[in-house]
């Protein structure tokens, strides 16, 4: 079993930046996709950004592209998103999946999500 556990949500201005981070614990997801997810009240769940078990390859939705940044730490097993230039509609209940298949079209693995909140 993999735990996934979110940190570094919070409430910012438009514009600003946060960085979430998704520790790993139980297995080591050396070998896992990995990825951000996101639901909005009232909508589905979407991919924000993956990442392949090595960090070379990522892959961003294009509403985030040039804005967030994924990346990972394989001996920390952790994995990070740096957000900046943050809107209100990315506001957001942010989640962390891992899968060793790969992340599309939903992870094994979750978080229990961390709450993202952009003010105008």
């Known amino acids: 079993q993999v735990k996934l556990v979110e940190s570094g949500g919070g409430l910012v201005q438009a514009g600003g930046s946060l960085r979430l981070s998704c520790a790993a614990s139980g297995r080591t997801v050396s070998s896992y996709e990995m990825g951000w997810f996101r639901q909005a009240p009232g909508k589905d769940r979407e991919c924000v950004a993956a990442?392949?078990?090595?960090?070379?390859?990522?892959s961003y939705a294009d509403s985030v592209k040039g804005r967030f940044t994924l990346s990972r730490d394989n001996a920390k097993n952790t994995l990070y998103l740096q957000m900046n230039s943050l809107k209100p509609e990315d506001t957001a209940v942010y989640y962390c999946?891992?899968?060793?298949?790969?992340?599309?079209?939903?992870?094994?693995?979750w978080g229990r999500g961390a709450q993202v909140t952009v003010s105008s």
């Open positions: 990442i392949s078990w090595s960090g070379g390859s990522t």
């Open positions: 999946g891992a899968d060793i298949r790969g992340v599309i079209p939903r992870p094994d693995y």
